[in-house]
């Protein structure tokens, strides 16, 4: 009987330990827009703000603007997106496009933000379970290493709020911060 094959561990271990699973995801601006609207409070109050759809108001879609537009810096408390130069439509982009939004636990739709605004003033708006999404990159800089990122969020619990998130970009993606969260 022969003896087994000798194999050298040293350079099986090697590939199998130093070789990440899978690679980082890319710090897109469509993974930066996913990290913006993830850092927001949606279900639990922070220290910046109020949760937007608390458990006794929650809200089971996000209807969200397509236009990712360009702002000045420091970016004005509201913008209407219309009316902005667009740095990104998302309205193609399929939802893998921007995975974190896919973890939210809510369905996502694109839709006009004026029409999202205007939807407030009909009596059933309480009963539409949607918070209404806007987002703008303020300053000349795109891509950057840290993007300043201003939203508009329109809630049935909480109404209307301007936050302002700071995303620095990692080896790993986006790293998200809620810096202010103003609103109505």
């Known amino acids: 009987m022969d003896p087994p ?3 050298a561990l040293a350079p099986l271990l090697f590939v199998l330990l130093g ?14 827009v996913g990290r913006a609207v993830a850092t927001l409070p949606w279900d639990h109050s ?11 108001a929650p809200c089971d879609t996000l209807w969200l603007e397509p236009r990712v537009i360009q702002l000045p810096h420091p970016a004005p408390a509201f913008f209407v997106p219309d009316a902005r130069p667009a740095l990104l ?19 996502v739709r694109y839709g006009s933000w004026t029409e999202c605004l205007a939807s407030r003033h009909n009596g059933d708006w309480p009963t ?4 209404c999404v806007a987002l ?12 300043y990122v201003a939203l508009l969020v329109l809630s049935p619990k909480e109404g209307l ?24």
Do not use: I
């Open 46 to 56: 922070t220290r910046a703000g109020p949760a937007l759809c608390p458990m006794l």
């Open 5 to 7: 094959p000798r194999v």
């Open 161 to 184: 709020h301007w936050p302002r998130v700071r995303l620095v970009r990692t080896g790993h993606g986006w790293r998200g911060e809620l810096l202010s969260m103003g609103g109505e």
């Open 89 to 107: 439509d998302l309205h193609d982009s399929a939802l893998s496009a921007v995975p974190m939004l896919a973890h939210l636990g809510r369905a």
């Open 128 to 131: 539409y379970r949607r918070a």
């Open 136 to 147: 703008g990159v303020s300053g000349d800089a795109v891509p950057a290493d840290t993007l």
């Open 19 to 32: 070789c990440p699973s899978s690679p980082p995801p890319p710090a897109t601006l469509q993974a930066a």
